[in-house]
């Protein structure tokens, strides 16, 4: 760690306080800017009620400063933990309001729920768990997961995914490179984005600059690293005069590429995997990803829950390809 994350690490710790450990299930922290005020009070607070013990002074003078320390102890446990109960219960103010907003019909299972995800990150599939052809786990490159249910949504390496599990996805990684140019006030914002179908160019108004794509489509092998190739540049630019001449004053200004996995009629492949109990696909979504991510989780998860979407997803059918064969490749993949 540097110098600096040290001194961050440390005035965090001072910030939010020295952990002491857990009190009734509480953590308990020290924070050390507070410990001299702390002291000075709790002694002073000692000292008056050691005065006013019994024969000393009345007993309710005794009662009264003992319970002004005990009862703000137990007043802060009771508060946070009924607390939660009167926000998250089943009868509690979420559930209430949602249910008078028409919003829900049943209270929601909030509390006392195993709903929960972890999400672990860096961790890569390097083997599916099978048990006569079911999938009961993943191996990663951290350790072994057992699960009843895997879901293959590793996009462009979606085909390697599926040969884990002997399967042969049609779902080929393609490059595709976009470039950006630097602010570029002559053509006015906002664009939409717009395609040249001939030939595959398409741009948009990206804030102030241009965002563009000469609408490559390349076969770069099954490594991820995806290399930039800045010869595409010339090609970018030939496309965006011919419907943008404007677009000559412009100034690249960078770029990126990455892969697109591509299926044989460019539709997802979505659904359990043929012939491999408890192995799901949602894979191959092409260019349109990002478009058909919130709709894609929604009904996966209607699917896994529920055991059926409520949307027909009959279309991108994981047998759609070859009797059998989840997408035996056809011969008639494509290229754009
Ligand atoms: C240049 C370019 C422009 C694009 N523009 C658009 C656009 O404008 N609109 C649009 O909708 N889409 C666009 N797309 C397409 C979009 O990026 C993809 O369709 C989308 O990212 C696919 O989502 P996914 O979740 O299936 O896969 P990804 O987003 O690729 O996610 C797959 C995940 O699986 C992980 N993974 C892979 N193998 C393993 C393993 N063995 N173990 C563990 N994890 C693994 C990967 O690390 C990754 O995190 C574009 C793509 C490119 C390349």
New binding site residues.
Partial sequence: MTRAGWRHRWRDRWRRGLPLGRLFGFPVALNPSWLPLGALLAVGYGHLVGRSRPGLATPAAYAIGLGLVVLPFWVSILIRTYAWIVILGNAGLVNRTLQSLGLIGAPLPILYSELGVTIAEG????ALAMSNRRVTG?R??QGAIAAPIVVN??????A??GR?AGLDLPVHPR????FFTEPFPEIPGPVP?TSDVTSGFYFRKDMEQVLL?PGDVEDIGED?D?PMDWGKVEELVRKAIHRLPIIADARIAGG??????LTPDDH?IIGWAPGVEGFFL????????????PA?GRYVAEWLVDGTPSLDLSLFDPGRFGAGRCGAATGRTRTR
Avoid: E
Avoid at 153 to 158: L, Q
Avoid at 256 to 261: D, E, F, M, N, V
Avoid at 282 to 293: E, N
């Fill in positions: 961790m890569a599939v390097t993943v990663t490159s949504a590793a996009g462009p390496a979606a390697r995914v884990l490059r595709r490179h976009i984005l794509s991820f995806v990126w590429a990455g892969l697109r996995p997802a949602a894979v191959g979504f092409g260019g349109h990803g990002f478009q058909h991510s894609t």
